[in-house]
């Protein structure tokens, strides 16, 4: 049983660009999860998505959207890239509201 | 509002010593409390949880950790180290009222285990 997968692992990007990153769930997740983690910090909870729906969001701007497919998987878009969003981005799938589980994550440098 | 602290950014240990990582958070309701573990250059992976029932919730890999519900505190131990166990440990905290999937993630603290 694959686990949580995220593609691609990483990316470089110049100031001002859109990136689009992946994820897969693990198999039986339906919601899905996004979390930034800056170098040395602890992950930052961007948003989550159950039934191709936006159900929470944390503290992070419009910059930041999503989507969730009938298949579950998800992706995480950033527009108008700034210095500061290079980070590991880290996905996390769970069935419903129960434990989540990640993947590897997204290493995302932007120039 | 929560808020995790993990209070010590690094810890070195030698092999085979004891080791406790101390986390402390803070919540105005119920909270579910969890510990994930990332190697170098990996995502993360849980460790061990605590949901409800006993306060000692134990790790396949010989972690152990107690919800201190009196002490807002959810401190990991184990007795021996091992060289593996080298790695960043994140206690992590969610509101009990809306599930176990919206974490909010202490700073970590970077284990060092020296031969």
């Known amino acids: 049983d694959a686990g949580v997968t995220q593609s691609p692992t990483h990316l470089i990007k110049t100031r001002g660009q859109q990136v689009t990153l992946r994820c897969s769930p693990k198999s039986g997740h339906d919601t899905v999860s996004w979390y930034q983690q800056a170098l040395g910090q602890g992950p930052q909870f961007i948003f989550q998505y159950y039934e191709e729906e936006e159900r929470q969001r944390g503290n992070f701007p419009d910059r930041f959207s999503g989507h969730q497919f009938p298949n579950y998987s998800s992706e995480l878009n950033v527009n108008a890239l700034l210095l500061g969003d290079s980070a590991l981005y880290l996905c996390a799938s769970s069935p419903g509201s129960e434990t989540q589980y990640f993947g590897p994550g997204t290493r995302l440098l932007v120039l | 509002a929560q808020s995790v602290t993990q209070l010590d950014s690094q810890v070195p240990v030698f092999e085979e010593a004891p080791v406790e990582l101390r986390c402390n958070y803070s919540s105005s309701v119920s909270v579910y409390l969890f510990w994930y573990v990332q190697y170098p250059n990996q995502g993360l992976q849980l460790l061990l949880k605590?949901?409800?029932?006993?306060?000692l919730v134990k790790s396949i890999n010989g972690f152990e950790a107690e919800f201190n519900k009196s002490q807002t505190s959810f401190h990991l131990r184990k007795p021996s180290v091992h060289i593996s166990d080298t790695a960043e440990y994140f206690c992590a905290v969610s509101q009990a009222q809306t599930g176990a999937n919206n974490l909010f993630f202490g700073t970590g603290t970077r284990l060092t285990v020296i031969p």
């Open positions: 605590y949901l409800s029932g006993s306060t």
